[in-house]
């Protein structure tokens, strides 16, 4: 079955820049979302088709895409960015959709 | 208030069933593609069901073909999720998500009701 594959973890030093990956086969055929999840919250979209972003979302969070892989960057990390991060897309036929494992971002 | 609420989450021993309901309210509901997602706990996202605005296209994860069951009533602006032979890897947040109409994202979120199951 397809999936979409991100890093569990990443861990930078507040002002750095962090990348989330997410890779997945379909992924030059489908956009894929990104979604902020705090301890207790639901998601919050942060990103979406590739690069896109939605108002009131800071502009240190950007995305962009090349061949099978997605990147979420994060310029200038906060404390409050730490959180969950996913990405989010569909399988090639645009029927299903499906989410990666997640990255827990920490920020040291 | 655009807003999606959940209902009907609980303590269910396994093989047990239960049903979760999602209330929409402030905006129209009947255009709308709808979904329930999962998070176990201390787990990531997971994507259960999709129910098309008119209910004409319904689509499961291959983990939950043939024990859930997703259903809407428009004239209701309600969500359902029936969800029969439970085991305990079901145990987890259920969320209804709105799908945005164009670009296949989701774009509201209800806060979730817990699942347990659990002897």
């Known amino acids: 079955s397809y999936e979409l594959t991100q890093p569990p973890s990443v861990s930078v030093s507040p002002g750095q820049t962090a990348r989330i990956t997410c890779s997945g086969d379909?992924?030059?055929?489908?956009?894929a979302f990104w979604y902020q999840q705090k301890p207790g919250q639901a998601p919050v979209l942060m990103i979406y088709?590739?690069?896109e972003r939605p108002s009131g979302i800071p502009e240190r969070f950007s995305g962009s895409s090349s061949g099978t892989t997605v990147t979420l960057t994060i310029s200038g990390v906060q404390a409050e960015d730490e959180a969950d991060y996913y990405c989010?897309?569909?399988?090639?036929?645009?029927?299903?959709?499906?989410f990666g494992g997640g990255t827990k971002l920490t920020v040291l | 208030e655009v807003q999606l609420v959940e209902s009907g989450g609980g303590l269910v021993k396994p093989g047990g069933s239960l049903r979760l309901s999602c209330a929409a309210s402030g905006f129209t509901f009947s255009s709308y593609s709808m979904n329930w997602v999962r998070q176990a706990p201390g787990k990531g996202l997971e994507w259960v069901s999709s129910?098309?605005?008119?209910?004409?296209?319904?689509y499961y994860a291959d983990s939950m073909k043939g024990r859930f069951t997703i259903s809407r009533d428009n004239a209701k602006n309600s969500l359902y999720l029936q969800m029969n032979s439970l085991r305990a890897e079901d145990t987890a947040v259920y969320y209804c998500?709105?799908?945005?109409?164009?670009?296949?994202?989701?774009?509201?979120w209800g806060r979730g009701t817990l699942v347990t199951v659990s002897s």
């Open positions: 088709k590739d690069s």
């Open positions: 129910i098309s605005s008119s209910s004409n296209y319904i």
């Open positions: 989010q897309s569909a399988d090639s036929s645009g029927t299903y959709r499906l």
């Open positions: 379909a992924l030059p055929k489908q956009y």
């Open positions: 998500a709105r799908l945005d109409g164009v670009w296949g994202y989701f774009d509201l």
